[in-house]
């Protein structure tokens, strides 16, 4: 195992350490528990976003801290969720008065926390729902969820969703956002490799060298099927159909087109796996009006990419383009 570490038990408080030093102008950090807060946090009369999940999935979650997305995120230790306690003080932190939405992955360490935590902030007479994501096409059931994993929606959930509270959007407003959202996106992802989680010290499955493996998660479970490498054309062709079969999407749509990376992919590659993915979205008849390509949502250093579509109305467009701010994402203009 090669990594830039010091000790793995530190990792998740030294990289926390790291951001609130690059980062002070944007957010704020506790270490005792883990969480990142916006700089400005708590604004009155404004809803609370909070997300969070396992380290690990850099910049997901706490590199979208900001203006125009989350006002916290609680990170976990390495693909493991975090715990109540971050996410009560967490979304305490930024409760402004107007209330607090939890957008959660639909992993089960994640929503039984999140909704214990849920629960402790109800009985303090705050104001709390919950947007689930499970947006992967690739299982249905593993053994970290029940039903579909949350996966690259999420990064667009967290942007209309922090947008729409920038305008402020009420928590009930928010939550038919997110359901709405929720039921328009579909993702799937591949891996060329493993990934190595460092208290591990080892790949999390096996890949020979001809080999690839296709409806992977972000937390290095292995995927739907083992096949043999393939051109880029050929895997975003696999990864493609089983997104536009599953929601389904219809001929003459808006949609936007995310290629992520999932650790080690050159941007160079996503280009080329985007250029075929929008060529199939629109054989299919829809329009690519908006996109991102980048590595947003990761699993360590596995090397591989993933596609998410959602489908697009006049509000999401709207909001997609709103200002951002925050350490990973940042467009448009605000004074």
């Known amino acids: 195992m090669k990594k830039l570490i010091n000790a793995a038990e530190n990792l998740v408080r030294e990289a926390l350490e790291g951001m609130q030093a690059a980062h002070a102008d944007r957010i704020r950090v506790s270490l005792e528990p883990f969480y990142a807060v916006r700089r400005d946090a708590p604004i009155a009369g404004k809803v609370g976003l909070v997300s969070g999940g396992g380290s690990g999935h850099e910049p997901m979650h706490c590199g979208y801290v900001g203006h125009g997305m989350l006002d916290a995120a609680c990170p976990g230790q390495i693909f493991t969720s975090p715990t109540p306690d971050q996410i009560v003080e967490a979304s305490q932190a930024v409760n402004g008065g107007a209330g ?112 690839m493996e296709l409806g992977i998660g972000i937390h290095g479970e292995p995927g739907r099927r083992r096949a043999k490498l393939a051109s880029a054309d050929d895997v975003t062709t696999m990864l493609m159909e089983p997104i536009l079969g599953d929601l389904p999407f219809r001929s003459g749509e808006d949609v936007l087109l995310f290629v992520n990376g999932m650790g080690a992919t050159p941007l160079i590659e996503l280009y080329v796996v985007y250029r075929k993915a929008a060529q199939i979205a629109s054989q299919y008849g829809l329009r690519v009006t908006r996109n991102l390509i980048g590595t947003y949502i990761t699993s360590l250093e596995m090397a591989g990419c993933s596609i998410t579509l959602l489908r697009l109305n006049e509000q999401l467009s709207k909001l997609w383009d709103a200002p951002a701010d925050t350490p990973a994402l940042r467009w448009g203009y605000r004074h």
Not at 108 to 132: I, K, P, Y
Request: with cysteine.
């Open 100 to 211: 607090v939405l939890h957008i959660v992955k639909n992993y089960t360490g994640d929503m039984m926390n999140f909704e214990l935590a849920a629960e402790m902030l109800r009985a303090e007479g705050l104001a709390v729902e919950t947007v689930v994501v499970d947006d992967d096409v690739a299982v249905e059931d593993s053994r970290y969820t029940a039903g579909r994993r949350g996966v690259g929606l999420t990064v667009l959930m967290e942007k209309l969703l922090g947008a729409a509270a920038e305008e402020r959007a009420t928590v009930p407003d928010l939550k038919r956002l997110g359901g709405l959202i929720r039921a328009s996106g579909r993702s799937m992802g591949m891996a060329l490799t493993p990934c190595t989680v460092p208290q591990h010290g080892k790949p999390s499955f096996a890949l020979a060298d001809d080999e």
